[in-house]
Structure formats: C-alpha cells, structure tokens
C-alpha cells in the first residue's frame, strides 16, 4: 500500500454466507480526502454522513469503514443513528475524532446493519490493520462480484518513489438489491485539499462517471480518495493526476468487466462533438442502449441500433457528419454505410466476448461526429439473458 | 371506418416473407393531418418529407402511404427521392397533388425500398380503397408485431354520430431494425388546423410519447391524425379530446403489451410532483428501469428497485413524502417500508403476467411523490431473457 496507510478485512458476521464482510482503510496523520456521491435523490444515510462529515472537516478525514451485506438505505433516522454509532465506536479505538471517520455501507436495501455484530468486529478489525491488508480489505467489500478489483501503481517522480494504491466493488451501478459501486484511492503524496478535490473531480469523471452497466444509478454510489504524505513541485500534479486517472479508469473498467451477466467489456469513444460533455452523453447513451447491447452480446456490427441511439442521446449534430468504426474497421462513413467484411468484424467481436485478448480485451466501438474538440471514452457490456434471470429471479 | 375515410392494403412484394405489406389511408376532401414524429436526429427522409410538407400545406393532406420491410433509413439522398418518386406516383392515382400525400416507412435500416415493386403495386392498392379496408391496412403496415392494433369508438355529439378510428404498429421505440412506432388516427369531425394540431399533441404526450419499451428511440417513429368533415360547437370539443385520447392511449397501451418479449403491460402513475412533466419523467424513468423491468418479470414486489429508479430520475423531491402502491398493496409510506403481504402482491403480479385478466390487465405501480399537482400515467413492459435472445440472435 502507499506509504503510512493500512487496512484490513474480517468476518463479523454480517453476511449470511459467512464471508469477510467488514473492511477498514486508515489514513496517515495530515491526511485528505475528496469524494464524489451518488446523485440519487434516494440515498442512504451513510452517504450523507460522508458529505457532511468531509464539509464540516474541510476535507480532513483519516478512515473508513465499510460493511457488506446491509446497504442500510430507506432505513430512516435509525440508519442514520447506526451510521454514527459505528463510526463513533471505531474512531475511539482509533483514537480520532468521531467526524475524522467515514462509512459505507452496500449490500440489501432497507435492511439494518446488525450492529452489536459489526461493533463486535471492530475490536479485531483495528487489531488486523496492516499495510498489507489491503488485499482482504478489498474482499472484504465485495457482494455479488465475481472477483476482486484491487490495482497499485508507483513512479519515481521528483526524486522518490510515489504509491497509487486502489480498490473498488460493484458489478453494476446498482445491484439486484445488492447495491452500490464504491471506490476507494489512497496516495502517497500530500496535495493541498483544493487541488486534490478538483483532481478527483475530473478523475471520476472519466473512469466512475463513465462506466453503466445497467443505467440503473444506486442509493449508496460513493468513491473516496485519500492523499497523505509529502508535497510534490506542483510541476509533477499533472503527471501525479495520470496517474490517478489509470488507477481509477483501471477499476471502473474491472466493474463494467464484472456487470452481471457480462461477457465482455464494451467501449465506446466519441470525438469530434462540441465538447467533452457532449461527447460523454452520446458515448453513455450508446453503451447503455439496450438494442446496442443485445447486438453485441450476439456479436452482430448492427450500425443500425448504434446510429439510432446516437440519434436519440439529445446532442445536436449532423448525420451527414458521422463516422463509425467497430474495432479497426469502418461500416459508416459521412453518415452512409461503407463496405465491410461482416464476418471480419462478427469474428472479432467473438474473439474478445470470449476472452481471447488479455490486453486489448474490449469490443471497441469509435464514433466520429464532426470537428469539435469534445473527445470522451465510456465503458459498458453486453445484456445477456443471465442478466434477465439473475435479476429476474433475485427474490427481495 | 370514420365517414368519408377509406383504407387499403396489399402484397407488393416488399417484404420477403409475402405478407401484406403496403397500406394506404385517404381522407375526404378538406381534412387536415396533424403529427408528431421521432425526435431522433438520424431520422429518416420519409419523415423529413412528412414535416415539410405538413408545414408547407398548412396541415393540409389526403393520404398516407406506408410501406413495411425497409426502413429507408441512412439512405441517403436516394431514400428521399424514392419517397418523392413513390407518393408521387401514388398522387397522380389519387388525382391529388404530390404535396397532399405522405409517407412513412417501416423495416430494416439502411435498404432502400424496391422502387419498382412498390409503384407496380399501386394500381391495386387504389383499387382496394374501402370503408371496410381498415382492417387490411391495419395488417400491411405490421412487422415483427404479433397482433395486428386497431379501435373504432363512436359517440353521439351536437346531435350526430363522430367516429374515430385508429391503427397502430410496433412492438418497442425501435425494433431490433425492423424499426418503429407508427400511429394513425382518422376522425370524421372537422376541426380548425390550428385547434387540432394543439389537440394531437396533447394526445401524443399522453399516449404514444407515454410508453417505453427499450428506451431506444426509432428513426422513423411518425403519429398521424386526420380530421375530416362537418364541424361541431367548440363546447365538444373537450370531449371529442377526450374520445381521441382514449382511442391513442388504446394504440399505446397496445404497442406496449406487444413489446418484444413483454408478458405483460406495466403502468407507472406519478402523483404530487411539481409539474405534468416532472411526473412523466419520474414515471418514464421507473418504467424503463432494467432493474424494476427484470422484478416486475420476476413478480418480485422490489420496491428498492423502484425507489432508486425515483431516486435518479433528475426530478427534486423529498424522499420522505413518498408513497408507494403495487396494485392496490401500500409498500412504502412517507419514505419507509411499511409491513405488507410480500406473497399476495407477487399473486397480484403473476396473475396479471399469464393473463387472467382480459380487462385491467396491467401491473400497476403508484407513486405519491408530494402534493404538487403534477399527475402522469406512462406504461411499459417486462424484461425478459426472451427480450435478450430476440435482439442478440437477430443478424442483420
């Protein structure tokens, strides 16, 4: 882990499959944090309390707890009271203050956390803290995942060694009821408060902000991003912010891979439209078509249900403008159908819905929408009938 | 048929399977057509060339012909010229001027219309027009549908019988490519041009542009009306908007039970909210949510689901005014659940799905979202796995 954090995991008996279910991520000294939330106007309790907390604190925050197994959403004011009684009782065996602790909370909505089994926990959770536990930490989160999404990233810059450690969960922006995709970056270089939110801003922008999987949004969102250490020359934050970027694109990249149902990993960029925004809405309208991704679950360069959902994403543009690339080949040129080889481009999109391709594994999908600068990139999968029955016979 | 109006439909040979498929519609001398159309900006010219001769014509216009099989969509300049050259063939059969005709176009994206076959039909397609061709127009026009949409309603007013008749296609906002939603509405009251385009597109948002399907927007989309014949007192007016919104919203609900893979229709009511549109948008959002579609298909009364779609609808509300029905079950109330029969709302929800009910047949959600006067109804489907196979295996 970057220098001068911990974490750990545990099982507190929060999950009826008696998996690790309880997860701490702590801070050095002098740390900040930003963070970016849900929008729902539905949301849990514990998201709130971050907010909050990160407002009051300017940013000054040194931990976070997090439980799987209870989303603790539409649970009232006794949501809200568990929220703060559990980071209340974390904060004193860490020594902080109570408003220094963050939590998240996925898993169930409407259901409470049992809360004498997570304080029980709690004990043998600060217990287990080390810099090697970010690993069970990241199992620790996870609810219908198949797999864990944990990424470290270092570089020498301005003479020593920089750390990026990262972990998320999620397979979709909102599970059966499982809910919730969260984030978490810890970095070993302190940046001022304000620098660091604004760069986490434009990083979730393009790696969380950018992913669907099922369009549908969850009540407990949230990605956390905590630096602490020693200062770089401000010359190196741009460089620093790629690298951020990497980290986070990697992890919303391992949850759309992970979408339920998925078999594979869809990405689609456009360029040329006015602006960045207006490229993000047309590239999240196509990869949240669920005509576009039925086509690709069936390996079909159906250009027809691409140039459609283009059509409806509410940007202006010009059809006579339009090109479209599946991969390297070319079926829409000046808004008409080019010749292509349809057994080509079926055939490699089999091969990546397969997994033949370790690096490079995703379906590629390229728009071309005029000359603007706007220029964005989105990551999705394909619908599946799995994800019909997996969400279908999920019974409450 | 509504007096005056007559309708066709034949086998021209457009579609492989030899089935009917162009249709005509003419309206007696002095009617006016109002439309709504997809706002997709990849539509096709056949729309294009419907807009702008409605517009140039004042509304005027005496027929519609419509073709099923090809789209004519991302065709380019020829797509338009071939809808020129088709209506005004058919024009001068009719003895109309070309600007008088109009045509829409359903089936594959990207093909052109064989032109020969087409204008080689039209002898006899004039040649069938009747009062009782209703029926035949209403099976050319069909694609993948599974049943054929039409509605007569009559109804005694200022002392005379006024007849509205209706037809309709589609079985989502856009098919796999066998594309669009077409509506036509024929009335044999005559109304001033400007009063009936204001009537129609207070109908259209009421009915056509009230259901979801996919969420995917055709690009041929198109809803015709044409009023035709003696006046009546402005006093009936109100109600004859009332006998047409009955008679669109039948189409609506229609096209939506018939959705690809549907088992069944799904109504999404918004009560409380600010505005109209503010309850629609709510109501839209529910009703296409992956999440809520694949519950409703489960009978699973996941109303987690439902609130997390309220949740990310864009609209300003306070989660603790809200309240929530399945049926006629309470499942949440000023916010937080309330204790309910889980399996006698499933009941509810299965009984309507295999379709014990011929009248009511819709699982109905109800939301109270404050106590604003915004009130919309808009309705839908259930996502199925045979939605997945339906759209993945389909091979362009």
Redesign the interface.
């Known amino acids: 882990m970057p220098s001068g954090f911990k974490a750990s995991g545990i099982k507190a008996g929060l999950k009826s499959s008696g998996n690790l279910d309880l997860a701490l991520l702590l801070a050095p000294e002098g740390a900040v944090c930003a963070g970016t939330f849900t ?5 849990a309790s514990c998201v709130d309390l971050c907010i909050d907390r990160l407002k009051v604190n300017a940013g000054c925050a040194r931990a976070v707890l997090i439980n799987s197994g209870q989303a603790n ?4 004011k006794r949501g809200l009271i568990d929220s703060v009684l559990a980071t209340s009782a974390l904060a004193k065996r860490l020594g902080l203050d109570a408003e220094e602790v963050l939590i998240c909370s996925t898993g ?3 259901e409470f956390i049992p809360l004498d089994k997570l304080i029980a926990g709690l004990d043998s959770l600060v217990d287990e803290l080390s810099e090697q536990g970010g690993s069970t930490a990241a199992n620790a989160i996870l609810t219908t995942d198949l797999v864990d999404k944990q990424i470290a990233y270092e570089a020498y810059l301005d003479g020593r060694l920089v750390r990026i450690g990262g972990m998320a969960k999620g397979s979709g922006m ?1 599970h ?2 499982l ?1 919730t995709m969260l984030g978490y970056i810890s970095c070993d270089v302190g940046v001022p408060v304000d620098l660091w939110q604004a760069m986490i801003q434009r990083v979730s922008e393009c790696s969380f902000n950018s992913i669907t999987v ?6 407990n969102d949230a990605f956390l991003a905590f630096s602490a250490g020693s200062r770089l020359e401000n010359d190196y934050l741009d460089i620093l912010e790629v690298g951020l970027k990497l980290v986070a694109q990697y992890l919303a990249k391992a949850i759309a891979r992970d979408g339920e149902g998925a078999n594979c990993l869809l990405e689609v960029r456009v360029m040329g439209s006015e602006s960045t925004s207006a490229a993000r809405q047309i590239a999240r309208t196509v990869c949240s ?3 576009v991704k ?2 690709v ?2 390996c ?6 691409i ?6 994403s509410g940007v ?2 010009s ?1 006579n403008d ?1 090109d479209l690339f599946i991969g390297p080949f070319q079926l ?1 040129q000046k ?3 080019v010749m292509f080889d ?1 057994n080509a481009v079926s055939s490699y999109m089999q091969e990546r819905k397969r997994g033949a391709y370790l690096i490079d594994d995703s379906i590629s999908i390229l728009l071309k929408v005029g000359n603007g600068i706007g220029d964005a990139t989105t990551w999705g999968c394909d ?3 799995q ?3 997996i ?6």
């Open positions: 929008k729902s106007l539905v949301r959403a539409c649970t009232g169930v909505i409407g909102i059966p009821d809910a099922d369009g549908d949004t969850s009540t078509s669920s005509l039925t086509a679950n069936g079909d360069p159906n250009w027809g249900r140039l459609a959902a283009v059509g409806r202006v543009f059809k339009v829409i808004g008409e159908p349809r619908l599946s009938d994800y019909v029955r969400n279908a016979d999920y019974t409450t």
